[in-house]
C-alpha cells in the first residue's frame, strides 16, 4: 500500500537523523548507532537480556502513522465486491403509496355494498355497476432495481457503499425520516376516497343516480 511513498519516507527520516546527529561527541556513533555491549553511564559492558532493545516493527501501521506525521499523501483504493442489492422503485414513491391507498378504500367499498346487497328486496343497476367498477384489480407491474457491486473493498481495511448505493441508502433514510408525515397524507387519501364511493352508494340507493 506504501510502495509508491517509502522514498519519501526514508528521505524525511534520514534528514531528521542527521539533524539529531549535529550535537553528537562521535561521527561515529551517528553512522553505525552506539556499541550495544556499551554503557555510557557506567563505562562497563551491558549483559544481554529480556530487557535489551528489540527491533523497531515495520508494520503498515507504523508506516501510516510515519506517513501522516511528516505529511505525506497516501492514495487508498478501493475495488467492488462481488454484492448485490435488489429493490422496487415503486416501494418509495409517494404516488404509488396514494393510488394503493384508494385501492384500500375501493375494495372496502366493495364490501361494504356486498353487506348491502342482501338486505335489499331489489338491487339498483347503477349499484351493480358501480361494484364492477370497483372491483377491478389494478397490478403493478416492473423489475426491480439492481445495484451490481454495492460495497466496495478498500486498502485501508474498510468496506464501503459504492456511489450508487450510497445514494438509494441516503434516500431509503429519508423515506424513513417523512414516512409519519406521508401516513397521514395516505389516510387523508383513502378517507376522501371513501366518502367519495359512499355517496355514489348512497345515491343509487336512494333513486338519484338513475335520474
Known amino acids: 500500500m506504501f510502495y509508491n511513498h517509502w522514498k519519501k519516507i526514508a528521505l524525511s527520516l534520514t534528514a531528521l537523523f542527521w539533524a539529531g546527529c549535529e550535537d553528537s561527541a562521535s561521527s561515529a556513533v551517528c553512522l553505525y548507532g552506539p556499541d550495544p555491549n556499551y554503557s555510557s553511564a557506567t563505562e562497563n559492558p551491558v549483559s544481554s537480556s529480556s530487557e535489551a ?32 442489492v435488489a ?3 415503486q416501494d418509495y414513491s409517494a404516488d404509488t403509496k396514494k393510488m394503493w391507498k384508494e385501492e384500500e378504500a375501493k375494495h372496502d367499498a366493495v364490501d361494504k355494498i356486498d353487506s348491502i346487497t342482501p338486505t335489499l328486496a331489489e338491487t339498483p ?7 364492477m367498477e370497483l372491483d377491478r384489480f389494478v397490478a403493478l407491474y416492473g423489475a426491480p432495481t439492481i445495484i451490481n457491486n454495492a460495497v466496495d473493498s478498500c486498502s485501508d481495511g474498510t468496506i464501503r457503499p459504492s456511489e450508487e ?5 441516503k434516500m431509503q433514510e429519508e423515506w ?14 383513502y378517507e376522501d376516497k371513501m366518502k367519495e364511493i359512499e355517496e355514489r352508494i348512497n345515491k343509487c340507493l336512494s333513486g338519484e343516480a338513475d335520474k
Not at 57 to 66: A, C, K, N, Q, T
Not at 165 to 169: E, M, N, S, V
Open 53 to 84: 532493545s528489540q527491533p523497531e516493527s515495520s508494520s503498515s501501521f507504523d508506516l501510516e502513522r510515519m506517513a501522516l506525521d511528516y505529511g505525506i499523501d497516501i492514495d487508498f483504493t478501493c475495488s467492488p465486491m462481488d454484492s448485490s
Open 165 to 169: 448505493y450510497a445514494k438509494f441508502l
Open 176 to 189: 424513513e425520516a417523512n414516512k409519519p408525515a406521508l401516513e397521514e397524507e395516505l389516510q387523508k387519501v
Open 87 to 89: 429493490y422496487f422503485a
Open 125 to 131: 343497476l347503477c349499484l351493480e355497476h358501480l361494484r
